[in-house]
């Protein structure tokens, strides 16, 4: 009999895709602040090439903590002034006040296109699979206005949100903003219509495989379960991971070559690269357990 809580394996997603976002070495040119145990990913500058309506002084607040404005002032590569990829767009919070008024609050999208939209359509990628977002951070404290990051914090690689795709909208290029995604023309993939091979992907209203929780949402507070960095390793390009990686395919990461460290195992990560897909059809309940270990991190009901 299922225990009460049990994830059942027919609800739980086909691919689970690692998906880095945040601020990088070339976007961004530092780690994205834990702040409190709170993993603050900062979205990237928007690519010139494209439109944006949304600037870095319109974002708000993630979980109650305000963008960290003073240190994005201090990056050459940032203006508060310019435009920023606010994708994925999870945290309704963070939304500028006038997107926040415009859009429900429970539709929350992530978007793709070009090459990276190709691997995730070559693998398919489709409704009811789930994103896992990931990307580069260090701890940082606050003193006074000023946000500095601790000196002796390690650089390391963790999970800071999820999405699971409930719906999928190809968008032609070019094409006239679809009606059903009008009060989403805030975020960078439908207000820039010039994108090849674009497609925004719909959080579903809750997760499938356990309805305690919203379709899409960030993970909160930071624990050692959301680390994908080894711990005590100094590159944050070698991970740790379940040692059922191991045993079934992820694209771009050839993980059964990866040193088994008893149930887990233990490689370098690809440098670059933006979508892992992985197949959990072979470990379905082991990727079960494995993500709800990292859901014991996530408010319920909250993004």
């Known amino acids: 009999m299922r225990k009460k ?10 691919r689970i895709i690692l998906s880095r976002k945040g601020f990088d070495q070339t976007a961004g040119g530092c780690a994205s602040p834990i702040i409190d145990q709170h993993l603050f990913s900062i979205p990237i500058p928007e690519n010139p090439r494209h439109r944006s309506s949304t600037r870095y002084e319109d974002l708000r607040t993630q979980a109650g903590i305000p963008l960290p404005r003073r240190l994005l002032s201090q990056r050459r590569e940032v203006s508060l002034t310019g435009s920023v990829h606010l994708d994925p767009d999870i945290r309704h919070g963070l939304r500028s006040a006038t997107s926040a008024s415009r859009c429900d609050p429970a539709r929350l999208f992530f978007g793709q296109d070009g090459g990276p939209q190709s691997h995730l359509h070559d693998f398919g990628v489709c409704e009811g699979d789930l994103f896992l977002f990931f990307g580069w951070f260090r701890e940082a404290v606050t003193e006074g206005k000023d946000l500095r990051f601790v000196r002796a914090a390690p650089n390391l690689h963790a999970i800071w949100g999820w999405l699971q795709i409930g719906r999928v909208h190809v968008l032609e290029f070019g094409a006239e903003c679809p009606k059903c995604l009008e ?93 892992f897909v992985f197949d959990t059809g072979p470990v379905k309940q082991e990727a079960a357990r494995w993500v709800k270990a990292l859901f014991r991190n996530a408010p319920q009901d909250c993004q």
């Open 183 to 275: 009060d989403a023309r805030h975020h960078p993939h439908v207000h820039s219509t010039d994108r090849t091979k674009n497609c925004v992907y719909e959080a579903s209203p809750r997760l499938s495989f356990d309805r305690r929780y919203a379709g899409a949402g960030i993970f909160n507070p930071f624990s050692d379960a959301l680390r994908l960095t080894a711990p005590g390793e100094t590159r944050r390009s070698y991970w740790t991971l379940p040692k059922f990686f191991g045993e079934s395919n992820i694209t771009h990461v050839r993980c059964g070559e990866w040193e088994s460290r008893g149930e887990t195992i233990f490689g370098r990560s690809p440098g670059r690269g933006q979508e």
């Open 5 to 14: 809580g049990q994830m059942v394996s027919a609800d739980f997603p086909e």
